[in-house]
T-cell receptor, first 116, second 112 residues
Framework: GAVVSQHPSRVICKSGTSVKIECRSLDFQATTMFWYRQFPKQSLMLMATSNEGSKATYEQGVEKDKFLINHASLTLSTLTVTSAHPEDSSFYIC????????????FGPGTRLTVL | SQQGEEDPQALSIQEGENATMNCSYKTSINNLQWYRQNSGRGLVHLILIRSNEREKHSGRLRVTLDTSKKSSSLLITASRAADTASYFCATRYSGGYQKVTFGTGTKLQVIP
């Protein structure tokens, strides 16, 4: 099946710094990618939907200036957490939709962000 | 916002017993998927059922979908300790970007 990778898998940063997380579709092209956030013992919450070459669409309550999403190519989307704070510590998971695989959505392994 | 709600929130059973988890959702969907997540790990895709399907099997898994009631169930038969995990249903909206949103999850514990 289609593979989605994320980098890094884990990141620890100091409060106030920015962190970039990459999401790549390895063997397929993805016109649409999704970013989710999961707090401990909770479900995944959709943060935003990004389409290649256009601005991301953010879910209600998600600050677009804090969570910058760039979908520059059909195989890469990035999420930048700007001026991270401890409350941003979470598990971030991306997902990519494949046109070839019946338009199905495939999930990355996740990135655990810890902000000190 | 969450699309689906699952019950029970937590389930504890003995090894060998069957486990049933239910998912309810609110709006029209294209498909519904079930995922497993071990603590602190990524998602493992279990099974996908399309809106025009009523039942699907995969190994020890059986999924049903009732679109009139906007609900689905996941049955794990002959459970094993390795099945201990959180299980999430994920529904794909019919409209717009056809977003996939997740239910609240069921935490399953299988006691050896």
């Amino acid at each position: 099946g289609a593979v989605v990778s994320q980098h890094p898998s884990r990141v620890i940063c100091k409060s106030g710094t920015s962190v970039k997380i990459e999401c790549r579709s390895l063997d397929f092209q993805a016109t649409t990618m999704f970013w989710y956030r999961q707090f401990p013992k909770q479900s995944l919450m959709l943060m935003a939907t990004s389409n290649e070459g256009s601005k991301a669409t953010y879910e209600q309550g998600v600050e677009k200036d804090k969570f910058l999403i760039n979908h520059a190519s059909l195989t890469l989307s990035t999420l930048t957490v700007t001026s991270a704070h401890p409350e941003d510590s979470s598990f971030y998971i991306c997902s990519a939709r494949s046109l070839a695989e019946y338009n199905e959505q495939f999930f990355g392994p996740g990135t655990r962000l810890t902000v000190l | 916002s969450q699309q689906g709600e699952e019950d029970p929130q937590a389930l504890s059973i003995q090894e060998g017993e069957n486990a049933t988890m239910n998912c309810s959702y609110k709006t029209s969907i294209n498909n519904l998927q079930w995922y497993r997540q071990n603590s602190g790990r990524g998602l493992v895709h279990l099974i996908l059922i399309r809106s025009n399907e009523r039942e699907k099997h995969s190994g020890r898994l059986r999924v049903t979908l009732d679109t009139s009631k906007k609900s689905s169930s996941l049955l794990i038969t002959a459970s094993r300790a390795a099945d201990t995990a959180s299980y999430f249903c994920a529904t794909r909206y019919s409209g717009g970007y056809q977003k996939v949103t997740f239910g609240t999850g069921t935490k399953l514990q299988v006691i050896p």
